[in-house]
């Protein structure tokens, strides 16, 4: 069982950044009517009010470049998880910002996560 939780969360992890950073847009279809973002303290909930959040961000591009996933399994929700912790290069920034990013995936009937809650934090220091 943890394995395959390690394996989840891996894979999303794998996705989302990849949306994140060449289609993101496409990031839509993680989310949920319920879904929460917490980005650097503001809360947005809804797929659309997220979506619109994530696509206004004052960069176009960016590479995210993981260091951690850590996972577990949540017994209440049948879901997992996902504690991510990795840098973001910007395109003209000498310098990597450092991320955490936690996510909390909720089954689907047809056997696919979406994300529950979203909360982001640029690390300084």
Do not use: W
Request: aromatic share 12%; glycine share 8%.
């Amino acid at each position: 069982m943890e394995e395959q939780v390690d394996l989840v969360g891996k894979a999303f992890v794998d996705h989302f950044y990849h949306l994140f950073d060449n289609d993101r847009p496409a990031l839509s279809s993680l989310y949920q009517p319920t879904s929460m973002l917490t980005f650097e303290g503001q809360k947005i909930q809804g797929v659309d009010d997220i979506t619109a959040k994530l696509n206004q961000l004052p960069f176009d591009q960016c590479r995210h470049e993981i260091s951690t996933i850590d996972s577990q399994p949540c017994s209440f929700t049948g879901g997992i998880v996902v504690f991510v912790s990795g840098s973001l290069q910007l395109p003209g920034e000498e310098h990597h910002l450092r991320f955490s990013q936690m996510f909390h995936l909720i089954p689907m009937l047809q056997g696919s996560f979406f994300v529950q809650n979203d909360i982001f934090r640029l690390n300084y220091g």
